[in-house]
């Protein structure tokens, strides 16, 4: 089975200190890769959806970035209101594999 | 637009009584996914519904669990008899097809004693 890891496993960060996280995945053939964030007692908000390696997106403090191997979750002077746990997922089959996740706290 | 609903939100039951969950996917989505979160392990894959049908129930674990979609609308999952390793929180996610986007609804916390 495809494998997605991510890391840290937690990381807290002083309001405005960015800093990025990272996904590695283990997939033939990628057919996306999906950027989630969750809050406490909340289901998965979608974020982004990146293709091909080298493509970026963006969202006001966010920016996700893919290369053939991994993909990372860039924060730009964060706010205590991105403290969440920020999951990855690839498409295996018909169904979506998950990271654990990296639990993000930003102090104020 | 309204999002995937779940109802209910938690369900305190004990071992092998019945439990049923639903789930209400985004109007025009196809394709419903179940899915669930153990203590301290990240989300699983259950089951595939497009429309009424099953595409993929890989994931149940077991012949205690049972997903219908009745319809090709709401979805229930049914636990019977419930264990106590059922515990967790169930997600519904769904899509406007195969890949694409899964938009998750906020949950079922489901906590057998």
């Known amino acids: 089975e495809d494998q997605v890891t991510q890391s840290p496993e937690a990381l807290r960060l002083q309001e405005g200190e960015s800093s990025s996280l990272n996904c590695s995945y283990t997939?033939?053939?990628?057919?996306?890769l999906f950027w989630y964030r969750q809050d406490p007692g909340k289901g998965p908000e979608f974020l982004f959806t990146?293709?091909?390696a080298g493509e970026e997106k963006e969202k006001e403090r966010l920016k996700a970035t893919l290369t053939k191997k991994e993909s990372f979750l860039h924060i730009t002077a964060p706010k205590p209101e991105d403290s969440a746990t920020y999951l990855c997922?690839?498409?295996?089959?018909?169904?979506?594999?998950f990271g654990p996740g990296t639990r993000l706290s930003v102090l104020p | 637009e309204a999002g995937v609903t779940q109802f209910p939100s938690h369900s305190v039951i004990e071992k092998g009584q019945t439990v049923t969950l639903r789930c209400d996917p985004i109007?025009?989505?196809?394709?419903l996914y179940w899915y669930r979160r153990v203590m301290g392990k990240e989300i699983k894959f259950l089951l595939h519904?497009?429309?009424?049908?099953?595409?993929?129930e890989s994931g149940m674990p077991n012949n205690r669990f049972l997903a219908e979609r009745t319809g090709g609308t709401y979805s229930t999952l049914k636990v019977q008899p419930a264990e106590l390793e059922d515990s967790g929180v169930y997600f519904c996610?769904?899509?406007?097809?195969?890949?694409?986007?899964?938009?998750f609804g906020p949950g079922t916390r489901l906590l057998v004693l």
């Open positions: 996610a769904s899509s406007q097809g195969y890949g694409k986007t899964q938009y």
């Open positions: 997939v033939s053939g990628l057919r996306g």
């Open positions: 990146l293709y091909s």
């Open positions: 997922a690839v498409p295996y089959g018909q169904n979506f594999v």
């Open positions: 109007s025009g989505h196809d394709n």
């Open positions: 519904f497009v429309k009424e049908s099953k595409q993929d």
